[in-house]
């Protein structure tokens, strides 16, 4: 083999609104904004290859152990709802390491967040066990599921 796999960048999630996106990921789950980029240059669009885009504004997030969530928000072309149903295959999710998932849990019924899970669900086999978990949706219906070890 030629190439040799080094490691894990980022992990990329397209919103409709940047802004209502950010205060989602910093208010309700605790990341931390590191950068905002405007994206118009020539390259963007060899890249990811769409008609009609003019630019896409980039918002990079940090989780307390350096992970970053790429948020992006492209425009100028037709924008489609990408939500299903997370069983449905071609859909995904991050998972978040998290300290007092139930604390976490009552802060997110406050804020009136989307939340699957109807309540902190103990983790009984596999390489989790013993710990507790959730899932819930962020504001354009991608998928996060939270994780505390114990």
């Known amino acids: 083999m030629d190439w040799k796999l080094k490691g894990f960048v980022h992990s990329g999630i397209t919103v409709k609104d940047l802004k209502r996106s950010i205060d989602f990921y910093e208010n309700s789950l605790g990341l931390e904004l590191v950068r905002l980029q405007t994206n118009d240059k020539p390259y963007i669009y060899d ?4 008609q009609g885009l003019e630019k896409i504004e980039l918002a990079f997030l940090q989780t307390p152990d350096g992970q ?4 992006l928000e492209y425009h100028g ?7 299903s149903l997370h069983s449905h ?14 604390a976490m849990y009552e802060h997110l019924q406050r804020r009136n967040t989307d939340i699957i899970s109807e309540h902190v669900v103990q ?16 504001p354009d219906g991608y998928v996060i599921e939270v994780l505390e070890y114990i």
Do not use: F, M, P, Q
């Open 47 to 50: 890249l990811v290859n769409i």
């Open 77 to 83: 072309e037709t924008i489609e709802d990408g939500s």
């Open 89 to 102: 295959y071609g859909t995904g999710h991050i998972c978040l390491h998290v300290e007092n998932l139930d």
């Open 68 to 71: 970053i969530v790429e948020l």
């Open 123 to 138: 983790i009984t086999s596999g390489r989790h066990a013993g710990s507790k978990a959730i899932y819930l949706r962020d």
